[in-house]
DNA sequence: TGGGCGTGCGCG
DNA sequence: AAAGCGCGCACGCCCA
């Protein structure tokens, strides 16, 4: 298959607009050969590739400029592109050296052999034409951000080094892939495939959409929130101004005197005959337990100011954007564990407590659709013990619907399994609260945790344990789950005298190198999960822009939350939609955990709750809001 | 004044 | 024998 490299010069990126008006496209061909079109020709000349079933398309974050195609002649481009996705043919050289580095342990640092010291890895075009092709890309003074200008104006009227900047990122994005595929020990004829690529790119899709369409805030919302959070932080400032763990800043704001807290938290301590708790770099702890337990009246104020503060400071500038234009979060589709990341501003890490998730309202005309996947971690994991060690008492309780706490819970208090099913549908709270107690050790043990970190790791659940019962928990973590041994042992083989290893992973395919134990232990169902998860969400995709008789056709994705879609339907056919977004999810995620039972379940809601439960009317699912009756809270019809 | 770094914490 | 992971972000300190 020919190769095709394209480049596109654009208008500025602002906030709301993540694909602005297009200037010119530059393009290479496999012999090398340039082109440089302008607006208009360009775009038919990228139809026609698209068309062309016979070429492979490359870029470097060739998303934003299959995007910006799609921006300018969405009838024509959207159709093409989702097209050509289906068939493997978009490359993408970012995507393409993620994968390499992952597979080597070379993410976010690397071994830079020239100064011989490790330097963070970088992924713009010149980075990676300097560090593959040893050369420099000019890019300062450049024409770059400029590019507007010449919008309009035919190109032959160009100045020289416009064009001339234009064609050289096309032409070393065509050296770099080249490169690549030599590093990946591929063949260019082929395509030069590096493993998991091809889906990786159309996973990356999926979330350039979702950055570029944006998700919207209310304003009353967000100033009702903004004035809460002032006034807590106000009367702290009050109630901390004379104590000289807060100083004035010369704008008049108030920021922590980290020299009086450390001196405090530590006399603190001493006061009480105890040594306090340090940093891996021998520095006393700040953190809330610290500020807590020195009882310190002051640090006890600050601490209980700190969320607050953080909810203010990180949150509110960005959700009283989303008031004005959409809040268009960058989407990162590769990390090392191939989950994906989110910033500017991440909205993979909003607070569940307090109100910032309340201010996220759909468009008009439009509903929230929440779906997540039950447990699937867990699932994952279990699917991994039967690919690896052959067998999994886990996936047997769950291919018997069984509940994974329960049963830890049942085998802990000494009672059967069937009697503390029977109990907890009862409302049985010591069994309740023994499952509770439970989770933990599910979610922490099988990413290779000790029973001594359980302790700590417990109590962020709400358990005071000791270490003893700490190591009882364990052990009857693995009665419960025998072939955990074996596949510790497995990772511990594979990990080996070096302490480092590389695997890759049964089912997906993905590469990753540089694993330590604690890291291998996690990766294979971390891993199993983000492959499915993204897959998930590129079929949901799918079925939202290129499935005209789709119920999802005209909903858009919004956030990608790990085991979690959350989805924009137009409010007549989210019933439809929504039903389906779960048997998508469901679907995708069986074909790479088909020996363990999915499930994920639908919601809908007209702004953005927590632990939102779905309410069917007549067999339809309709928006949920919560309502408090006797201090519970019960779901009912937002109609 | 600005970048680098350590710390702590939000989420999954 | 021993072992939670991995993101992004803000703050405050340090050093140039």
Request: charged share 25%; glycine share 8%.
């Amino acid at each position: 298959m020919p190769l095709f490299w394209f480049d596109s010069e654009t208008h500025l990126i602002k906030p709301g607009l993540a694909a602005p008006k297009l200037v010119c496209i530059s393009t290479c061909s496999e012999s090398g050969k340039t082109g440089l079109f302008d607006r208009a020709s360009g775009l038919q000349l990228v139809q026609r590739v698209l068309e062309d079933k016979s070429v492979i398309i490359c870029g470097h974050q060739v998303f934003y400029d299959l995007g910006v195609c799609c921006a300018e002649d969405p009838a024509v481009f959207v159709p093409l592109v989702f097209k050509a996705f289906d068939d493997f043919r978009i490359r993408d050289t970012i995507i393409r050296q993620q994968l390499i580095d992952i597979a080597q342990g070379n993410l976010k640092y690397r071994f830079d052999e020239e100064t011989q010291t490790y330097v963070k890895t970088g992924y713009t075009l010149a980075d990676l034409v300097l560090r593959l092709l040893g050369r420099v890309l000019p890019k300062e003074d450049t024409w770059r951000l400029k590019y507007a200008l010449l919008d309009g104006v035919p190109i032959k009227d160009w100045p020289a080094d416009a064009k001339k900047y234009a064609v050289d990122d096309a032409v070393a994005t065509r050296e770099v892939f080249l490169k690549q595929v030599e590093l990946a020990g591929g063949d260019v004829s082929v395509g030069g495939v590096i493993p998991t690529e091809e889906r990786a790119v159309r996973d990356a899709w999926s979330l350039w959409l979702m950055s570029a369409w944006g998700v919207r805030t209310d304003g009353e919302a967000v100033a009702k929130l903004k004035a809460e959070l002032e006034a807590e932080q106000a009367e702290a400032v009050e109630k901390l101004k004379d104590t000289g763990i807060i100083k004035q800043n010369r704008d008049g704001s108030w920021s922590r005197n980290m020299k009086e807290i450390y001196r405090r938290v530590e006399a603190g301590y001493v006061a009480q005959g105890m040594t306090p708790p340090m940093t891996d770099s021998g520095r006393v702890s700040t953190e809330y337990e610290a500020l807590v337990d020195c009882k310190d009246e002051g640090l006890a104020v600050l601490a209980d100011a700190a969320g607050g503060a953080k909810l203010l400071n990180t949150f509110v500038p960005m959700l009283e954007g989303g008031t004005v234009k959409p809040i268009n979060s960058r989407f990162n589709c590769l990390v090392e564990t191939n989950r994906t990341s989110s910033s500017n501003p991440n909205l993979q890490t909003l607070p569940r407590k307090g109100s910032a998730r309340n201010a996220f309202v759909p468009r008009k005309g439009m509903v929230f659709c929440s779906c997540d996947y039950d447990t699937i971690e867990l699932r994952a994991l279990a699917q991994s013990c039967l690919d690896l060690v052959g067998q999994s008492a886990m996936a047997e309780a769950l291919r018997a619907g069984e509940d994974l706490h329960l049963n830890l819970a049942a085998d802990f208090m000494g009672i059967s399994r069937e009697e503390a099913a029977k109990r907890y549908t009862d409302g049985d709270s010591e069994v309740a609260d023994q499952r509770q107690m439970m989770k933990p050790a599910n979610f922490g043990f099988p990413g290779g945790m000790a029973s001594d970190s359980f302790v700590e790791y417990a109590k962020g659940y709400g358990y005071v344990i000791d270490r003893g019962l700490a190591k009882r928990i364990h052990e009857q973590w693995y009665r419960a789950w025998p072939e955990m041994r074996a596949y510790f042992q497995l990772v511990s083989n594979i990990v080996g005298k070096a302490g480092e290893g590389t695997v890759v992973s049964p089912r997906s395919g993905f590469v990753r190198g540089g694993l330590t134990f604690t890291q291998l232990s996690n990766h294979y169902f971390q891993s199993l999960t983000a492959t499915g998860a993204k897959d998930a969400l590129w079929h949901v995709t799918h079925a939202c822009y290129a499935e005209p008789d789709s119920a999802l056709w005209g909903s858009r994705p919004v956030i990608f939350m790990h085991d979690e879609i959350f989805t924009e339907m137009p409010e007549e056919k989210s019933s439809d939609a929504a039903q389906l977004q779960a048997k998508i999810m469901i679907d995708v995620m069986s074909g790479w955990i088909p020996d363990i039972p999915i499930k994920a379940s639908p919601v809908l809601m007209r702004r953005w709750y927590k632990g939102a439960k779905p309410v069917y009317v007549n067999d339809k699912l309709v928006p949920s809001k919560p309502v408090e009756e006797g201090g519970k809270v019960k779901w009912v019809a937002d109609l």
